[in-house]
């Protein structure tokens, strides 16, 4: 008998519950919550990280460069803590950029979320001259529109290989609308969070809107 079929008989001797299957890595893994929020991470995890953000802030552009890498490395990947992301929309180029953040399914959400948060400073400065600019449509998706076009938003997408027309049906899609106001709601109203980014953990608030207070927050 060859020594690799001793071995393979080996094997098969062994108790299929002593094989160790590979770990799982999580941070591939990204599905949506029943209020609409985007999940990464093991959905049974043991601590559940809620984050609400707005794309308009600066706070949270400096936390998602700060946390994304650590949390996802040290929490997310081994499966011990899932983060969601929730909207807090505080305008209507918060609310813009929230709705572009969805183009592309839950898959693409992670990546357009940071992009957004990386690029902040380009379009915000796009948008301040484009608030002074006083010819605007009236109607909301019209506007809506107008804003992706007009403050660097649609070209920053496009660079993730989304189509004018693939953007202009993310503004318009009145389901992703519905959550992310309803996400609005539950942040300021019934959460009471005092500003953006806001956390929490296992469902209770955490006090303090930067990472080494979230940390410190974690088991």
């Known amino acids: 008998m060859t020594k690799f079929r001793l071995a393979f008989l080996s094997l098969l001797a062994v108790p299929a519950g002593l094989i160790a299957a590979p770990a799982a890595n999580w941070v591939s893994r990204v599905a949506l919550s029943p209020i609409g929020g985007h999940v990464l991470g093991n959905p049974a995890a043991p601590t559940k990280l809620v984050e ?19 949390l996802r490395a ?25 709705l572009l953040a969805r183009c592309g399914g839950p898959g693409r959400f992670f990546g357009n979320h940071e992009a957004l948060f990386a690029n902040q400073g380009a379009w915000m400065e796009k948008l301040i001259a484009y608030e002074k600019d006083a010819a605007k449509p009236a109607d909301q998706n019209a506007a809506l529109r107008d804003i992706g076009q007009k403050t660097g938003l649609y070209a920053l997408m496009a660079k993730r290989g989304f189509k004018p027309a693939q953007l202009d049906a ?50």
Request: charged residues 20%; hydrophobic residues 40%.
């Open 170 to 219: 993310c503004i318009n899609d009145p389901a992703s609308m519905k959550q992310i106001l309803a996400m609005t709601d539950e942040a300021w109203n019934k959460v009471r969070i005092g500003g953006t980014p806001s956390f929490t953990v296992n469902g209770t608030l955490v006090q303090g809107s930067d990472w080494t207070r979230l940390q410190a927050a974690l088991p």
């Open 52 to 70: 609400y953000v707005s794309y308009t802030c600066s706070h949270c552009a400096h936390f998602v460069a700060e946390a994304s890498a650590p």
């Open 74 to 98: 040290d929490y997310v990947k081994g499966g011990k803590l899932s983060v969601e992301v929730r909207n807090a929309v505080r305008d209507k180029y918060d609310l813009a950029a929230a």
